[in-house]
T-cell receptor, first 109, second 114 residues
Framework: GQNIDQPTEMTATEGAIVQINCTYQ??????LFWYQQHAGEAPTFLSY??LDGLEEKGRFSSFLSRSKGYSYLLLKELQMKDSASYLC??????????WGAGTKLIIKP | DAMVIQNPRYQVTQFGKPVTLSCSQTLNHNVMYWYQQKSSQAPKLLFHYYDKDFNNEADTPDNFQSRRPNTSFCFLDIRSPGLGDAAMYLC?????????????FGPGTRLTVL
């Protein structure tokens, strides 16, 4: 079966750095997405990786290793507004998105 | 601003009473999706349309139906809502399938079943 694993919850301090990991097993691979979802709101797109390596976008970076079935989202200079769930999603060989359940990130002052 | 709009934002219905949720988009995207998301769970794809081509997920209950009368609009019909259907329903669009086609989400409709 297809599976996306990410930690259920993480806690970090304002101003610090946090890394949210995602491992996946899917039927084929056509890219990995990270989305941010604030409580009660819709997901918003953060990043897309299809080749191995690091993609940097401001305070957020996303890394992919296809051979290991592994990605991480790195958030720097954490702000209180970064408190949200972060969802990892993989596009499989049928171009369907397989979603993880999300990692709830709690930022403390 | 180009966007995905969902109405209503909150919907309350009674057990067994049909309900229709609507979604519209001004992005002129080819693909539209309906997801069901329950608290602390991954979004679950119910249907998607590639233009007029309808794709039903294998495990979507028959209780759920969908219509896409034109490029801009898509509807989700729940024929006989049960208590287990209470959830957030998310509409999303993408320019095309595959590759780096990110999905753009509407704000969602939160359905309560009494």
């Amino acid at each position: 079966g297809q599976n996306i694993d990410q930690p259920t919850e993480m806690t970090a301090t304002e101003g610090a750095i946090v890394q949210i990991n995602c491992t996946y097993q899917t039927s084929g691979f056509n890219g990995l997405f990270w989305y941010q979802q604030h409580a009660g709101e819709a997901p918003t797109f953060l990043s897309y990786n299809v080749l191995d390596g690091l993609e940097e976008k401001g305070r957020f970076s996303s890394f992919l290793s296809r051979s290991k079935g592994y990605s991480y989202l790195l958030l720097k200079e954490l702000q209180m507004k970064d408190s949200a769930s972060y969802l990892c999603a993989v596009m499989d060989s049928n171009y369907q998105l397989i979603w993880g359940a999300g990692t709830k990130l709690i930022i403390k002052p | 601003d180009a966007m995905v709009i969902q109405n209503p934002r909150y919907q309350v219905t009674q057990f067994g009473k049909p309900v229709t949720l609507s979604c519209s988009q001004t992005l002129n995207h080819n693909v539209m999706y309906w997801y069901q998301q329950k608290s602390s769970q991954a979004p679950k794809l119910l249907f998607h349309y590639y233009d007029k081509d309808f794709n039903n997920e294998a495990d979507t209950p028959d209780n759920f139906q969908s219509r896409r009368p034109n490029t801009s609009f898509c509807f989700l019909d729940i024929r006989s809502p049960g208590l287990g259907d209470a959830a957030m329903y998310l509409c999303a669009t993408s320019r095309d399938r595959g590759g780096a086609n990110e999905q753009f989400f509407g704000p969602g409709t939160r359905l309560t079943v009494l």
